[in-house]
Structures are given as C-alpha cells and as structure tokens.
C-alpha cells in the first residue's frame, strides 16, 4: 500500500504563494509519476501537473508559468511552488502516484487526502 500525504495548504492574499508538499510512504517506487490535482466547490477534479522519475514536468495551461512542480526522490517528496496566486486557484489540491503519466484523475490509483489552498482577493 502507498501513503501520501499533503501539507501546506492555508489562506493566502491574491498575487501571494504558497509551497505544497506531498510526501510518500509504504509501498512507494521512486519511478512513480507524481502529480496535483485540485477541486473547486461543485466541480470536476483538475489536473495541475505532474512530475515523472527523471524530473520531466507537464502543466495545465491554466498554471503554466505561475505553478513549479519539484521532486526531491531522496524523500520520496514532491513539492508544489505556487506564485502570483489567483482567487480562481481556489479548491483542495490532491497528490496522486502510479506508474504511469495522465492527466485525468482516473489514471492514478494512490491519492493524498487533500489539502486546503484559498486565495482571498
């Protein structure tokens, strides 16, 4: 069985940042695809980006530019550098792992309870 766990979510000003992190444990292989997700209030869960075992990274457009993912795989820990954050990136951002890349939810069969990121404007 693989564990995740999110930290560092909170309540930030718009144009603030924040720093992410998800931590894996248990069952965990280092070449797994890692990857956030976050869910807004009545929608769908949203891809955000992932990160693969050599570092490769993909990026909803909606973040590009704004969003750094990062990995350090000595502690089986990603992490999640949000800048210049936007009333809209409101939602619980989710880790997810497997061994393979996607970017639609289903893909993922370990997932991190959530973490709560509001962006005030």
């Known amino acids: 069985q693989v564990q995740l766990v999110e930290s560092g979510g909170g309540l930030v000003q718009a144009g603030g940042s924040l720093r992410l992190s998800c931590a894996a444990s248990?069952?965990?292989?280092?070449?797994?695809?890692m990857v956030w997700f976050r869910q807004a209030p009545g929608k769908e869960r949203e891809f955000v980006g992932a990160?693969?075992?050599?570092?490769?990274?993909n990026y909803a457009d909606s973040v590009l530019a704004r969003f750094t993912i990062s990995r350090d795989r000595a502690k089986n820990t990603m992490y999640l550098q949000m800048n210049n954050l936007k009333p809209e990136d409101t939602a619980k951002y989710y880790c997810?792992?497997?061994?393979?890349?996607?970017?639609?939810?289903?893909?993922?069969?370990?997932w991190g309870q959530g973490t709560q990121v509001t962006v005030s404007s």
């Open positions: 248990g069952r965990f292989f280092s070449n797994y695809v």
């Open positions: 990160i693969n075992w050599g570092g490769g990274t």
């Open positions: 997810a792992a497997d061994a393979t890349m996607s970017v639609v939810a289903t893909g993922y069969r370990y």
